[in-house]
């Protein structure tokens, strides 16, 4: 099983619509989490990070976690062209430092 | 705005040969992580250093990588030889805590994108 598991998409919605970015994870014990976005040919950068259960917002995005699912998503509200990139899920287990990331998800927002 | 800095940015070579790839991180970061991403794949880590000390190679295939950061600073990392499968992109990250800083954020590098031939 992998540590951290996406739906590799690609994903498509339209210009203004509402984007939902799914991530799962194994280890229970994990407690950060982390969204990044992925240009084509770029590095990652880094996007909302979440620690407790329930909802963080950030300007158009919000993160949510739900720690029992395992189960980490990030919306993405009126969502622009420019916001097409893969977006990776990282985790951060408790006795490592380093991180886990999912395939990523792949993202088209349609003008 | 600091940054963390990597080159070269693109390398093509030819299998069996050596390569290497150096990263500076965000001054002041007393981590640095290298990560391997293969098109299509998260990246996964390669090597972690605390300062100077490796604290997690258990990924670093030892027998053709190899890692340092002699003074806790910059960081090398080397090929050789290089293989086929060796194509992706090598990412560096730095973050300012020691091991075990909850939730800190890594800040990564703009890559070099290896091809080899």
């Known amino acids: 099983q992998k540590e951290v598991e996406q739906n590799s998409g690609p994903l498509s919605v339209p210009e203004g619509a509402i984007a939902s970015l799914n991530c799962t994870y194994s280890?229970?014990?994990?407690?950060?989490f982390f969204w990044y976005r992925q240009y084509s040919g770029k590095s990652p950068e880094l996007i909302m990070s979440i620690y407790s259960n329930g909802d963080k917002e950030d300007g158009r995005f919000t993160a949510q976690l739900n720690k029992a699912s395992q189960y980490v998503s990030l919306l993405i509200r009126d969502s622009q062209p420019s916001d097409s990139a893969t977006y990776l899920c990282a985790v951060k287990k408790m006795e490592a430092n380093n991180l886990f990331f999912g395939t990523g998800t792949r993202l088209t927002v349609i003008p | 705005e600091a940054e963390v800095a990597q080159s070269p940015r693109y390398k093509i070579t030819e299998k069996s040969q050596a390569v290497a790839f150096w990263c500076d991180p965000i001054s002041g970061h007393a981590t640095l992580y290298w990560y391997r991403q293969i098109l299509g794949q998260g990246p996964e880590l390669l090597v972690q250093f605390q300062d100077e000390s490796v604290v997690d190679d258990s990924q670093l295939p030892k027998d053709r990588f190899s890692a340092e950061r002699l003074k806790g600073v910059d960081s090398t990392l080397k090929i050789q030889p290089a293989e086929l499968g060796d194509s992706a992109m090598y990412l560096c990250a730095s973050s300012r805590t020691p091991r075990g800083g909850f939730g800190e954020t890594q800040y990564f590098g703009p890559g070099t994108r290896l091809l080899v031939l």
């Open positions: 280890d229970r014990g994990s407690q950060s």
